[in-house]
């Protein structure tokens, strides 16, 4: 099905710009804060609380695992049916 572009006048363009700069334009004001919040929490809740105790050596190994995984599946090979390969020297 082939699809007709429409020609974009330079009215459109500037109406569109403004629309586009707002949305790449970062983090709002509500995604900043949040992310100061965070910050903070990270710095000043360790401070406050009490030591915990550490976690057992099997929670220990998920991140292992779960790092395993992810480079098993980005060093195997994709399977791909039907791909022919010529080579001309």
Known sequence: MLRVLSTVTRSDQKQQGSNCTMAFSGFGIGGLLLMVALAASMVFLPLMLPPLP???LVLLFFPVGIMAALMFL?????????NAVASTL
């Open 54 to 56: 550490p976690p057992p």
């Open 74 to 82: 980005a060093f195997s090979p994709a399977e791909v049916v039907g």
